[in-house]
């Protein structure tokens, strides 16, 4: 089984600045990454997947990164409604396999 | 637009048996793999079951195997969770979600979820 460790658990950031969330994958799963948002009491909604590609309807300010094991998630400029947690998952092989998730809090 | 209606859920006693159901509507159904993803209160996500577009491949996660059966219904557009020998550690809220492709791929949609509880 591939373990997705998302770090840091916890990210603290003001509205307006830069976040930037982690996910390595225990081992290599190329390009099958998608990075989902969960906001309280809601279902996951899909951001990015392919790693880099944005879902239809994500703003911009949304991108990610990465290959093989490192994968990063960039929010450019934090708006009210982005605070949530986030959740990486790899596709590329069985079991499908998601991050413990990044919660990201208003500073 | 997607629409993934999630139903069946509620409250079981240990080692009894629930079958959830998911009507989709705003796809091909037998286009799209579907799967069923968990979440535990207060805790992360965890998928449990995977089925193809045309139901020929099941795959699920060794938590459950042996216990659960997803299967789908192209005449109903349905996908269902069969669900036996329920223990306390199933509680958690159960996702029906779209994946991007035939047999693989993303979670592209995901729908409300419904409760499951195993409690005495």
């Known amino acids: 089984e591939i373990v997705m460790t998302q770090s840091p658990a916890t990210l603290s950031v003001s509205p307006g600045e830069k976040a930037t969330l982690s996910c390595r994958a225990s081992?290599?799963?190329?390009?099958?990454l998608a990075w989902y948002q969960q906001k309280t009491g809601q279902a996951p909604r899909l951001l990015i997947s392919?790693?880099?590609t944005r879902a239809t309807g994500i703003p911009a300010r949304f991108s990610g990164s990465g290959y093989g094991t490192e994968f990063t998630l960039t929010i450019s400029s934090l708006q009210s409604e982005d605070f949530a947690l986030y959740y990486c998952?790899?596709?590329?092989?069985?079991?499908?396999?998601f991050g413990g998730g990044t919660k990201v809090e208003i500073k | 637009e997607v629409q993934l209606l999630e139903s069946g859920g509620g409250l079981v006693q240990p080692g009894g048996s629930l079958r959830l159901s998911c009507a989709a509507s705003?796809?091909?159904?037998?286009?799209?793999?579907m799967g069923w993803v968990r979440q535990a209160p207060g805790k992360g996500l965890e998928w449990v079951s995977a089925?193809?577009?045309?139901?020929?491949?099941?795959d699920h996660a060794d938590s459950v195997k042996g216990r659960f059966t997803i299967s789908r219904d192209s005449s109903q557009n349905t996908v269902y969770l069969q669900m036996n020998n329920l223990r306390a550690d199933d509680t958690a809220v159960y996702y029906c979600?779209?994946?991007?492709?035939?047999?693989?791929?993303?979670?592209?949609?995901w729908g409300q979820g419904t409760l499951v509880t195993v409690s005495s």
């Open positions: 979600a779209k994946r991007s492709a035939e047999s693989y791929g993303h979670f592209d949609s």
């Open positions: 705003g796809f091909t159904f037998s286009a799209y793999a």
């Open positions: 089925i193809t577009g045309t139901g020929s491949a099941t």
């Open positions: 081992q290599g799963v190329t390009s099958n």
């Open positions: 392919s790693a880099s």
């Open positions: 998952q790899q596709y590329n092989n069985w079991p499908l396999t």
